[in-house]
């Protein structure tokens, strides 16, 4: 019984000897644990510069123009913020002295046009940031989210130039009493002004895409 | 006495039953070797790099196509080395590409740079598949960071090497500003993927 069991124990050994070579991912299995006294300082391509001198001004500016492009965020959804606020007031206004069932109160004049002035405000505070950015490292060309960004904002500025104009416009025909011309006025203010705030969600959202 | 020759045939059983295979199953068995001292092998190519950075809104995926391998394999192990510049990462995006490179201090560090060894590694002798574990330091941004990964070798008859590998790093390791979008920092996770092919390079002396 006993030499049948080491019978059978050698013909298990030859069956495991048959398989027991190694592969060649098995050959590597022996390789040593991370942390093993490994050197790193060889160099294959013989050229590898160990270290390149930095420019001061170049780190500069990159530096700078972080800091300003993260500022150039915070100013654009503040700017966001702040034009969804004077479009929705503005809208009240606009139903407040032109809709049928309007008080002509003229209780969102002043907040609109407080809010308005802020939004014009935060714009140029983007705007001069990301314009005044400078720029170390050159971009290449080509139609992309940054193309759409700049797209965007160039419209936006265009209309809230737009939304300077027809201000202006609408204070004329006021002051001349022209009542139809002023709700024409003020009608193409509220539907530019919505565009504007269109165009600057573009503007922003421009990135994630 | 014969129990015992019984035992020592069990355990001698193994060594000689590479002998005593059929000339297939040989092929199959002895698939490695130790490439002589002094003999050592090497491997020159190009590849491509991807890194994944992902933020909450979506997802960026960074290639480079000026990646350079080498690859030494000696009695030792096997030394790999592989570099592109950060200047060659292409996102789809040149503003977001100009940013990676303020925050990887380009000026400074204008490579990122992979040396790995797999020490005690053998050389298949022949065409095949196998996977190569190596221990890596990753040079980004002039900080080099340890990384272990599991390179995907194809052999081919040429002896050229289809390599593909995979790994997840941070960028932290880095010291590494996470850039911001919308206010949101991208995650500090990253994952690295290339494929390369590696010509095997014939010396002349």
């Not at chain 1, 049948?4 to 048959?18: C, E, M």
């Not at chain 1, 939004?119 to 940031?129: D, E, S, V, Y």
């Amino acid at each position: 019984m006993r030499a049948r069991f080491i019978f059978h124990l050698a013909i298990a050994s030859l069956g495991a000897g048959s398989v027991s070579f190694p592969a060649p991912c098995a050959a590597l299995e022996a390789r040593e644990a991370p942390g093993q006294d490994l050197e790193f300082d060889f160099d294959l391509f013989g050229d590898t510069p160990a270290h390149v001198k930095e420019d001061p001004a170049l780190a500069q500016r990159a530096a700078l123009r972080r800091g300003m492009l993260q500022a150039h965020q915070i100013a654009g959804l503040t700017t966001l913020g702040l034009m969804a606020t004077t479009v929705v007031l503005g809208q009240l206004n606009f139903d407040d002295h032109f809709s049928a069932s309007g008080a002509g109160s003229g209780a969102y004049s002043t907040p609109h046009r407080l809010a308005a002035y802020g939004t014009a405000g935060a714009f140029a505070i983007t705007g001069g940031l990301a314009f005044l950015a400078p720029v170390p490292y050159e971009k290449e060309g080509g139609f992309d989210a940054g193309t759409v960004h700049k797209i965007a904002a160039v419209g936006a500025t265009a209309g809230l130039a737009g939304q300077i104009a027809l201000g202006l416009v609408a204070s004329d025909a006021l002051r001349s009493g022209q009542a139809d011309r002023l709700e024409r006025t003020a009608d193409l203010h509220r539907i530019t002004g919505f565009v504007t705030l269109t165009l600057l969600l573009t503007a922003a959202s421009a990135w994630i895409f | 006495m014969k129990r015992w020759f019984v035992a020592c045939l069990a355990f001698a059983a193994p060594f000689f039953a590479g002998a005593e295979a059929p000339p297939e199953a040989r092929e199959a068995e002895t698939i490695v070797f130790v490439p002589e001292a002094g003999m050592p092998r090497s491997w020159a190519g190009v590849g491509t790099v991807e890194y994944v950075v992902r933020h909450k809104l979506h997802t960026v995926r960074g290639v480079s196509r000026q990646v350079e391998i080498r690859a030494v394999a000696d009695g030792s192990g096997l030394k790999v080395m592989g570099r592109a510049p950060v200047r060659s990462f292409d996102s789809g995006n040149s503003n977001r590409d100009a940013h990676v490179l303020e925050v990887v201090r380009a000026e400074k560090n204008p490579l990122v740079v992979l040396r790995g060894m797999a020490k005690g590694f053998q050389l298949p002798k022949g065409p095949g598949s196998f996977t190569v574990p190596l221990e890596t330091e990753v040079q980004l941004a002039g900080v080099a960071t340890p990384v272990h990964l599991t390179a995907q070798i194809e052999e081919l008859a040429s002896g050229d090497w289809k390599v593909n590998f995979a790994f997840d790093h941070r960028l932290s390791a880095h010291s590494i500003e996470r850039p911001k979008l919308l206010l949101i920092p991208v995650d500090d996770e990253i994952s690295i993927r290339g494929e390369v092919l590696l010509e095997a390079v014939h010396e002349t002396k």
